[in-house]
């Protein structure tokens, strides 16, 4: 047999493992929740490991192809079966944003091309048709949605801001060590004690910054949530619309 014959079928034999296992992954996923995302996939076929995930959704890496336990060519061989399986299912496409869990919430980048079709794909969720009108929007809402930012209230007393060399009474981590509030640009915002449910909620919905206080139980072993810190206007403005409710 000469050798393009031979590459021809290997080619193909190694074609069909990957097509397995990009739909066995993506399988998964849409029985356990209701649609399939090209983060899944990657995830779900051990390509990106859950800690590197972790570090592209908080900003720390260029992209999630640089985190990607294979070459280009792999991934991208990967997205087309993904996409072809997807659609011999009959999901639906959802096109979502992904943003990064700092305070700038940055759009989070997939390729290392940045190429804006390769881009959308990525960003593309694939939905069951199942699933009611509601319930796919809702599914789509929630996965956009950004990830809470979480701000630390430290146990100990010492601890120093890696910009300024600061310290107070709140923390949030970022990739160097910790820092103050004021130096990532959420200096301004006002606590709100967890408690009141229906304040919080719409306090939230009102500010276009918000992030979850905890703080660490040493008899539990355990974060728990103390709070959520918002902009002052916008606690002013729920706090107004209450006020006028209970009155009427
Ligand atoms: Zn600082």
Redesign the pocket.
């Known amino acids: 047999m000469d050798h393009s014959v031979l590459d021809e079928i290997m080619n193909r034999t190694n074609r069909d493992k990957l097509a397995e296992r990009v739909s066995r992954a993506a399988e998964a996923s849409l029985a356990a929740q209701g649609y399939v995302s090209a983060l899944d996939v990657l995830s779900g076929i051990g390509w990106v490991e859950p800690s590197a995930v972790q570090r592209w959704r908080q900003g720390q890496v260029e992209c999630l192809e640089r985190v990607t336990q294979t070459n280009l060519s792999r991934i991208s061989e990967a997205m087309k079966l993904f996409r072809v399986w997807a659609r011999d299912k009959g999901l639906l496409p959802s096109e979502t944003q992904y943003v990064a869990r700092t305070p700038k919430r940055q759009k989070l980048r997939f390729s290392v091309s940045g190429d804006h079709g390769i881009e959308k794909n990525y960003r593309t969720h694939w939905v069951s048709p199942a699933l009611s009108e509601k319930k796919r929007e809702r599914v789509a809402a929630q996965a956009s949605r950004p990830p809470d930012l979480v701000v630390i209230q430290p146990t100990k007393d010492m601890w120093t801001?890696h910009?300024?060399g600061?310290t107070g009474d709140l923390l949030i981590m970022e990739n160097p060590g910790p820092?103050?509030l004021?130096?990532v640009g959420l200096g301004d915002l006002v606590f709100l004690p967890a408690g009141a449910a229906l304040l919080t909620r719409r306090a939230k919905a009102l500010s276009a910054r918000s992030a979850v206080v905890v703080r660490f139980s040493r008899s539990r072993g355990r974060y728990e949530r103390q709070g959520l810190l918002v902009e002052p206007q916008a606690l002013a403005e729920a706090e107004r619309t209450m006020e006028v409710r209970q009155s009427a």
Do not use: V
Request: proline share 0%.
């Open positions: 801001c910009h300024c600061g820092a103050c004021r130096c």
